[in-house]
């Protein structure tokens, strides 16, 4: 739905519901440890991300949340959905010899749903005139699993997993 789509839904219901993909923080869980797992080691990265200090997004370069969110008024997380378990299956039927490593490979799909986040970010930054947002939260403290969970958002494990979220966070200063 576009953005005057969704204003003029809401506008027309008088309606306070925000779209699904939009979710009020209820409790911000964070810590200064978090930015400390991109350094955990993962396939074929021994050394955990490898954008680790080199982008300013990136820990360590990264400001903690409470330095650019005001956590004290309102906070939303802000998500897309992609379909992995379709994608996998898609593949599956173009490379029947891949691994499952490979079917899954981020190269193939990430850009997609991390574009579908920032433009609904945006989105909901123009709804709820909020003034900052935080594309990385975890580059910034936030446990992201943790938050979700409190807010109400179930997100799926690693393993399996079948629709991806990628998550922002949006807020006041």
């Known amino acids: 739905m576009s953005r005057k789509g969704v204003l003029k839904y ?14 009020p923080i209820k409790k911000l869980v964070h810590n200064k440890k978090v930015p400390e797992w991109c350094r955990l080691p993962y396939q074929r990265h021994p050394k955990g991300c490898p954008n680790y200090g080199k982008k300013d ?10 330095e650019v969110l005001n956590i004290n008024r309102p ?5 897309s959905e992609y379909d992995l378990g ?10 029947p010899t891949w691994t499952e490593a490979g079917l899954r490979n981020v190269l193939y799909w990430q ?7 920032v433009k ?22 936030v446990h992201v699993y943790a938050t ?20 922002s966070i949006i807020g006041f200063r």
């Open 120 to 141: 609904r970010t945006l989105m909901a930054e123009k709804m709820l005139g909020t003034e900052v947002k935080c594309f990385l939260p975890e580059a910034a403290g």
């Open 148 to 167: 979700a969970f409190h807010s109400g958002l179930k997100l799926e494990k690693i393993k399996g997993l079948k629709i991806n979220r990628h998550i």
């Open 86 to 95: 379709a994608h996998v299956e898609k593949m599956r039927k173009r490379h």
């Open 75 to 79: 906070m939303y997380l802000v998500f």
């Open 57 to 66: 997004i990136c820990p360590p370069k990264a400001p903690y949340i409470t």
């Open 111 to 117: 850009q997609s749903s991390r574009k579908q986040m």
């Open 10 to 23: 809401l506008k027309q219901k008088k309606a306070k519901k925000l779209p699904h993909w939009i979710v």
